[in-house]
């Protein structure tokens, strides 16, 4: 595993997370980020290692390794910050408790198959992508 990229854990069945993960490469223009379902060998190996319980936390996980974990607005606001220029902007939102923003994040969350559905199993990434996907 590459020590200087950040890494991102997500439910590899959820349409909404897969899209996501989708949006998130497509403006990683540094190539700072890995991928990793939840579901994975890698991705339950680095849950279990930090002691997160992926039945309370289970669509998005940030992870800086040798720094901290991230999960839910904080992972996503950090992420889109990442991403430089105008995306800065979004610390904005770190203002706002992160209790209340992880109200919206929880309700979102725990609707997203009903509204974007789910697969059978984890996406598989295209040749030119699996370099960033880890096991």
């Given at each position: 595993m590459?020590?200087?990229?950040?890494?991102?854990?997500?439910?590899?069945?959820?349409?909404?997370?897969?899209?996501?993960?989708?949006?998130?490469?497509k403006r990683d223009k540094k190539d700072l980020f890995r991928y990793a379902a939840l579901q994975?060998?890698?991705?339950?190996?680095?849950?279990?290692?930090?002691?997160?319980?992926?039945?309370?936390?289970?669509s998005f996980i940030l992870?800086?390794?040798?720094?901290?974990?991230?999960?839910?607005?904080?992972?996503?606001?950090?992420?889109?910050?990442?991403?430089?220029?105008?995306?800065?902007?979004l610390a904005i939102f770190t203002w706002i408790p992160t209790s209340f923003r992880n109200v919206v994040y929880d309700f979102i969350a725990r609707n997203r198959y009903r509204w974007f559905g789910r697969k059978d199993a984890c996406m598989i990434p295209t040749p030119e992508l699996q370099a960033k996907f880890l096991g």
């Open positions: 590459e020590k200087e990229k950040k890494i991102i854990l997500f439910d590899g069945v959820c349409n909404l997370c897969n899209g996501v993960i989708q949006f998130i490469i994975s060998e890698t991705g339950i190996r680095l849950t279990q290692e930090r002691g997160i319980d992926t039945s309370k936390i289970d992870i800086e390794p040798g720094v901290a974990y991230f999960t839910k607005s904080d992972a996503a606001l950090r992420i889109g910050q990442d991403f430089g220029g105008l995306w800065k902007v």
